[in-house]
């Protein structure tokens, strides 16, 4: 599995309704893609979730690279950058993914990206990390919980979809849930 985002930093005077459209259109249209976990249409505006900027910020869990490779090589992905420029797609190898049948309810997502120490030891963080994730789902908290590493700047993601937005949302990037594409 890979995960993937990229986002758009929008101007402070943006009108974030042309976001909220784009996602109402456009987000049943990747429903049932090929090789798709799920795709979170994520959009936060400045001020809100403690957030510094206006963003669209995509999140994807793609079930093969396949998927990923045919979305960004394809018509939907062109309109994208056409309107809004061409991104840094930032992607994770997936440690861990949970999640619960109830995901279709999410409304909210959490984005951390931690760095990790040189020489860490990744078989255990990936075994730490894979035990809080699925913890986080079965306790019935979070509705997806993804854990990932990426070996080029040594960070890892841990992202989550909520029904309600947690309290510890301030001190990590929050978003709401504009539209969730399943398979």
Known sequence: MIAMQYSFTLPADFD?????????DKGPLLDGFPNLGFKAYLSVRQGEFASRDNLYAPFYLWQKPEGASDFLCGPAFQTLAGAFGWPQVKTWIVWQANISPDIAAAR????????????????????????????????????????????????????????????????????????????
């Open 16 to 24: 974030m309704s042309v976001i909220d459209r784009r996602i109402r």
């Open 108 to 183: 909210f997502a959490t984005r951390e990206i931690l760095q990790m120490e040189p020489y860490a030891p990744l078989a255990d963080i990936r075994h730490a990390e894979s035990a809080e994730a699925e913890a986080e789902v079965r306790a019935g908290g979070a509705l997806a919980s993804i854990r990932g590493f990426e070996p080029t700047t040594w960070t890892r993601v841990r992202f989550r979809l909520w029904r309600e937005i947690p309290e510890s949302a301030e001190q990590m990037q929050a978003y709401r849930v504009g539209h969730l594409s399943l398979p």
